[in-house]
């Protein structure tokens, strides 16, 4: 199975932060990296598909970028409807992995 | 807009079947695949498996030995078995529509609301 690896496991940060989220890949998954945002009690939303596109809907605030094993999530200017548990999931290959999530709390 | 919603008991004992079903709206089940994700409380997500809306399927291997998915087009539901269940198995499990990427990959777009199943006597 593909290991993905999140960092930090936990964030804290103000609103208007600017904030990078990473996620490390155990073996090159090219660019088949998507982001989650998941709110308490509620299912996963995705944000990023493909690395670096945004789904329909989603902030422009939020973007992704990497390749191969490091991937980064970026949010520009934290809102506060931003403070959530973000996990990054790789499709490159079955079983698809969830890295073990990165918890954005207010400072 | 499609919408799924999960169905099913939320107490199982020990060692018997867990079966959810994922009714989907908003859109028809035929020519999509779909998923099943779990939770435990407070942990991260587990990927089960998917099928595809002819019943081909693809589970995870830690599971496969107690996975079988089924599809009903003519219901446009979904659904999931677990057997001899454990308080391992304790989680919010979730449906999900799984979308194939034109350039590769796939990723998980439209989700359920999540449904919690305890494993207990």
């Known amino acids: 199975d593909i290991q993905m690896t999140q960092s930090p496991s936990s964030l804290s940060a103000s609103v208007g932060d600017r904030v990078t989220i990473t996620c490390r890949a155990s073996?090159?998954?090219?660019?088949?990296l998507n982001w989650y945002q998941q709110k308490p009690g509620k299912a996963p939303k995705l944000l990023i598909y493909a690395a670096s596109s945004l789904q329909s809907g989603v902030p422009s605030r939020f973007s992704g970028s990497g390749s191969g094993t490091d991937f980064t999530l970026t949010i520009s200017s934290l809102q506060p409807e931003d403070f959530a548990t973000y996990y990054c999931?790789?499709?490159?290959?079955?079983?698809?992995?969830f890295g073990q999530g990165t918890k954005l709390e207010i400072k | 807009q499609v919408q799924l919603q999960e169905s099913g008991p939320g107490l199982v004992k020990p060692s018997e079947t867990l079966s959810l079903t994922c009714s989907v709206s908003?859109?028809?089940?035929?020519?999509?695949?779909w998923s099943w994700i779990r939770q435990p409380p407070g942990k991260g997500l587990e990927w089960i498996g998917y099928i595809y809306y002819t019943g081909s399927t693809n589970y995870n291997p830690s599971l496969k030995s107690r996975v079988t998915m089924s599809v009903d087009t003519s219901k446009n539901q979904f659904s999931l078995n677990l057997r001899s269940v454990t308080a391992a198995d304790t989680a919010v499990y979730y449906c999900?529509?799984?979308?194939?990427?034109?350039?590769?990959?796939?990723?998980?777009?439209?989700w359920g609301q999540g449904t919690l199943v305890t494993v207990s006597s």
């Open positions: 999900a529509r799984y979308t194939p990427i034109g350039s590769g990959g796939n990723y998980f777009d439209y």
């Open positions: 908003g859109g028809s089940i035929s020519g999509s695949y």
């Open positions: 073996q090159n998954i090219r660019n088949y």
């Open positions: 999931q790789q499709s490159y290959s079955t079983p698809h992995t």
